[in-house]
């Protein structure tokens, strides 16, 4: 997932100014990673159990952004 953070970092060097922006960041990154996940799972993944975590990926992801630009 560390690559998908950095990814989201060099998107918008201003996202830790502008909360709106970090947050879109951490849920398209999210989103990346739930259709990378579904497309190279060897078994059926759950999509409706991905959806529901999704916020908490995000708020997972938008942290992890935050920390690393202090």
Known sequence: MTDFIKAAKMASPAYANEPKAARSHAVATA???IRARASSASTD?????????LSKFADQIQSAMESGSK
């Open 31 to 33: 989103l990346e990673i």
């Open 45 to 53: 993944v759950n999509l409706e159990s991905e959806f529901k975590n």
